[in-house]
C-alpha cells in the first residue's frame, strides 16, 4: 500500500503535526507499507528526511505565520498534482490549514482518504476521522457524513514504538531530575522563563533542570549562558533521539499541552502543563478533571511564582504524583499508532474489493 502524508512542521506551527505523522509512518513501515510525505516548511521537511522518510515539497500555497494557523494554504492544486502523479492508495492529511474544497479535490485522487483532527472545526466527508486526544469525545463527531469511520479517543493516540508498553515504574520519594519541554516551535524564551523561575528552587532542593532546548532558538546563547553558569541545575538536550529513556529518567516533567504530554503519561512521569495554542486547552482541561496534570495556565497567565508554587506543591506530595504514573500509564499505552495503521489498511483493502 502506497501511503501519502500531508503535514508541515514549521517554528509557527510548530513540530506535533509531523511528529505524530511519523509515528504513524513507522508503524504503517512496519507492516509493510510505503510512506511518502507531502510537506512544507523548515524544520519540518528535515526531520522527515532524518527518519529516513521520502518527501516531496509542496511547492507553493500561502506562506506561514502566527496568524496563519487555520488560514487554508491554497496549496490543493499542487497537492493534487502529486497524487496523481504517483498514483497513491491512500492519503491522510494532518493540518488545520484546509478546508472542505481541499478535500473535495483530493480525496476521489486516492482510494481512501482519512483526517487527523484535534479540533472538530467542521465535517468533511473522509473515510475515517481520527483523534487521539482525551476530549475526542467529548467533542461530538455526530455532525459528520454517516459514512465516515470514527476512531477516537487515547486508543488511537499516535506515539512513537518507543513508547509502547513501558514497563511500570515506582514514583521517586525525592524529585531529583525535573523535565522541561516547550514544544517543537522556537520554544527558547520560554524555557528561559522556566529556568530563571526554578533556579532557587533547583539549588535549594538539589535538583537538576532537564531541559530539552530546540536545535536553533532565538534564545540560545542565553540557555547556553544559563547552563554554563549552573552546570548542576541545567542541563541542555538538543537533538534528542531517544525521549523515553530520558523520560524515563526524570522524576516530573513542565510540557506543553500536547503531544508530548501522552509521551509522559506513557513514561509514568508526573506533569505539569502549559498551554501554548488553542487546541490544547480542551486536552489540559480533560487531564485536570481526571487528575492526570497540574495546570499552569497559558503562556500568557504564566508567573514565576505561580510555577514556583505548584512546582514545589508535587515535590511534596508523593501521592499526587504517584496517582499521575500510574493513571497515565493506564491511559496511554502507546499502541495507538500500530492501531491506526492496521485499521488504515483494512479500509484501503475494503476499498480495493469494492473496485
Known sequence: MKVAIRADGSSFIGMGHVM???????????????VTFLSRFEPGLSRIRQQGFAAREVVGGLP????????PAADTDVVSRILATEQFDCLLTDSYRVDTN????VSPLVKASFYIDDLNRFPVAVDAVINGNINAIDLGYDNWPIATERWLGCRYNLLRQEFADMPERL????????????????SGQLLVLLIHSLLEL????????????PTHAVADQELTAL?????????????????????RQCDLAISAGGSTLYELCATGVPRLAIVLADNQRGIVSAMERQELVLPLGTVAEL????????????????????????????????????RVAHKMSEVVAAAEGGQ
Open 64 to 71: 506561514d505565520g502566527a496568524d496563519k494557523e487555520y488560514e
Open 20 to 34: 505524530r505523522m511519523l509515528a504513524l509512518a513507522q508503524a504503517l513501515q512496519r507492516i509493510g507499507h510505503e
Open 227 to 247: 547552563a554554563s553558569s549552573y552546570p548542576e541545575q541545567v542541563k541542555l538536550h538538543r537533538g534528542v533521539t531517544e525521549m523515553a529513556q530520558l523520560m
Open 202 to 213: 533547583a539549588v535549594t532542593k538539589q535538583i537538576a533542570l532537564q531541559i530539552v532546548a
Open 171 to 186: 514514583t521517586a520519594e525525592t524529585v531529583r531530575n525535573l523535565l522541561i519541554v516547550a514544544g517543537g516551535g522556537d
Open 102 to 105: 481541499y478535500f473535495r479535490q
Open 303 to 338: 508567573q514565576p511564582n505561580l510555577v514556583v508554587g505548584q512546582v514545589s506543591g508535587l515535590l511534596n506530595d508523593w501521592q499526587g504524583r504517584d496517582r499521575m504514573n500510574r493513571l497515565g500509564r493506564k491511559l496511554v499505552d502507546g499502541q495507538g499508532a500500530l
